[in-house]
């Protein structure tokens, strides 16, 4: 089959890979109909490199048709349109029982000391191959696959495997109290989702970037912009916009790799550059972050208020404000998202013809699995209008 794979720092190759075949009677195997391009891959394209091998396979957000099924799965059979959550999880573990499918027991990697396995996503989940793919093998499908309705096209469901749950439960993280306000950090697809989700409830919803097109997007929604271009400091005009306080909670929908950083940028990228047995060890020990998105999300938030992250960090030595968020005693969440504990939730608003949460209003670009490389480069870029690029194997 075809699929696409990294072979090195922002040099990704559609390729020739075995087909997948069920391994364990747990597994499911899925034709690829849709696969988006994420925020997440973008640190795997640039930064994560030592953590990969070339000919990984990538990509985490994928649906399809179901081709077979191993013999202990049985909620759903060939031919049905299934969407695959990012995270693997058995959905009868001790934390799976909590809903903490991102921590599942049974797929943790401890080996690396990470939890639940992830599609695509480096040795440090497992090294379980993507869904950038015309095939995608699904491990624990006893539990993972989502059933939705035949009729509507993908990109009314495929967010359900990453980019709404993601949303959703920053949303949650972020407990802004009723009536009150929050700031989303990033307008990518995640920060995108993040803002309509908090103003569909109830939420006065205010959202930074320094991309045109994002920023515009996010308007069409009802989000109050601010242009980081134009701003030297996003805190305080935050607080302007809220009586001197700053919003009751905060979203950072940026991560590791925000704009505004260049010591830890060039850090970065000094590390990416080294041989793997030398980066690894660098990066498991001393990494750091570009931080200029979080210490903002920190100088924003109000007194008492709550940070959610949902941008991705893997700093092991970041420096934070202590003294900051300890007297302005802010509550912190953030984390994987629990993707499958979320579904129930979103299903029946994707499902809704009118479209509360605008899921048609979020792709830039459809592209042919052949053209994911380009789709990686625009993405990344930020050119062309790019906000997010799905892929249709097969077409
Ligand atoms: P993205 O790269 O498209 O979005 C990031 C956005 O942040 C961009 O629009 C960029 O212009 C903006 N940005 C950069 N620096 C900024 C700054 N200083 N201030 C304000 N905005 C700034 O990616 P995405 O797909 O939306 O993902 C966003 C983050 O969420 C990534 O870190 C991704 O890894 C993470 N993520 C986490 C989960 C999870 O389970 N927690 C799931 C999916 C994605
Ligand atoms: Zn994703
Ligand atoms: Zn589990």
Redesign the pocket.
């Known amino acids: 089959m075809r699929a696409l794979t990294w072979q090195g720092p922002r040099n990704v190759e559609v390729t020739d890979v075995a087909d997948p075949r069920l391994e364990a009677d747990t597994d499911a195997i899925i034709a690829v109909t849709t696969t988006a391009i ?3 891959d ?2 795997l394209y640039e930064l994560l490199g030592p953590f990969l091998a070339p000919g990984d396979v990538l990509g985490h957000e994928a649906m399809g048709i179901v081709q077979e099924t191993g013999s202990a799965v049985s909620h759903i059979k060939p031919g049905d349109r299934v969407v695959i959550p990012f995270n693997i999880s058995c959905g009868h573990c001790w934390m799976c029982d909590r809903g903490l499918f991102a921590q599942c027991e049974t797929t943790q990697v401890r080996e690396h000391g990470c939890g639940a396995a992830l599609f695509g996503y480096t040795k440090l989940y497992g090294s379980v191959p993507g869904g950038q793919a015309e095939l995608l093998r699904v491990p624990q499908a006893q539990f993972g696959p989502i059933k939705v309705p035949d009729g509507p096209p993908d990109e009314q469901f495929v967010y359900l495997s ?1 980019v709404l749950p ?1 949303a959703w439960q920053a949303v949650e993280y972020a407990a802004i109290p009723e009536g009150g306000s929050v700031a989303v ?7 995108q989702m993040s803002a309509r989700i908090a103003a569909h409830r109830g939420a006065r919803v205010i959202g ?4 045109p097109e ?1 920023l515009e997007m996010a308007v069409r929604h009802g989000v109050e912009v601010v242009d ?1 271009r134009d701003q030297d400091d996003v805190p305080a005009v935050v607080r302007d916009m809220t009586a001197g306080r700053g919003t009751d909670s905060v979203i950072d ?4 790799e ?3 950083s260049p010591g830890a940028e060039f850090l970065q990228k000094l590390v990416t550059a080294l041989p793997d047995a030398v980066a690894e060890p660098m990066m498991t020990k001393a990494g750091v972050d570009r931080l ?2 979080l210490y ?1 999300c920190i100088d924003a938030v109000r007194r008492g208020g709550t940070i959610s992250l ?3 960090y893997a700093g092991t030595a970041d420096p934070l404000p202590m003294l900051t968020m300890f007297d302005k005693g802010v509550r912190v969440s953030m ?3 629990h993707v499958k504990h979320w579904t129930g939730d979103l299903l029946p608003l994707v499902v809704d013809e009118s479209d509360p949460l605008g899921v048609r209003d979020l792709a830039t670009h459809w592209l042919p699995l052949e053209q994911a490389p380009h789709g990686y480069d625009i993405f990344q870029r ?1 050119v062309d209008g790019a906000v997010k690029v799905l892929l249709q194997p097969g077409k």
Do not use: N, Y
Request: aromatic letters at 2%; a negative charge; proline letters at 3%.
């Open positions: 994420c925020g997440s973008l640190h990453d993601t950090f990033g307008l990518g697809p995640i920060g930074i970037d320094l991309e994002r980081a929908a940026v991560g590791m925000a704009h505004g200029t998105a903002q949902s941008g991705v984390g994987q998202a930020k």
